[in-house]
């Protein structure tokens, strides 16, 4: 199993989707999509986000929550919500962990929230603003995730690259 699973609950937003599928596949994590869907998998637009990274990616599909939750039974999951009271760098994340995002236009079900009060953390932002882009947000949360883990088995130095300016 991979070290981070991203999980969306009924992702809206085929591009969000798109750009969350390539960051999966530049880091090596698992997506997992809770149905039901706002766009068919064959949408081009989630596609075109996604770019030519598809083949890359390992990516399942549950029938709701529950269907999840039977799945994996024992995960550490860990919510990302506005309505947690501390910050998503407060956590010290196991390995493999799963990190949970809502829909773009609600979060995640109240329910779940309330159930899991501890395993809730937020990403700060200035007051009175509603969220972050939920691809930005994934991104946010799964380098801290890698961070602490000193981004092990990912490419960590570039190469020099010579600029036209660099010549004249």
Known sequence: MNRINIVLHEPEIPQNTGNIARTCAAIGASLHLIRPLGFTVDDKKLKRAGLDYWHLLDITYYDGLDDFFAKHPDANIFYYTTKAPRAYTEVTYPDPVFIMFGKESKGLPEALLHDRPD????????????????SNSVAVA???????????ALKTEGEPTTFAWDTL
């Open 119 to 134: 395993r809730c953390v937020r990403i700060p932002m200035r007051d009175g603003l509603r969220s972050l882009n939920l």
């Open 142 to 152: 799964a380098y801290e995730i890698l961070r602490q883990s000193g981004f092990e």
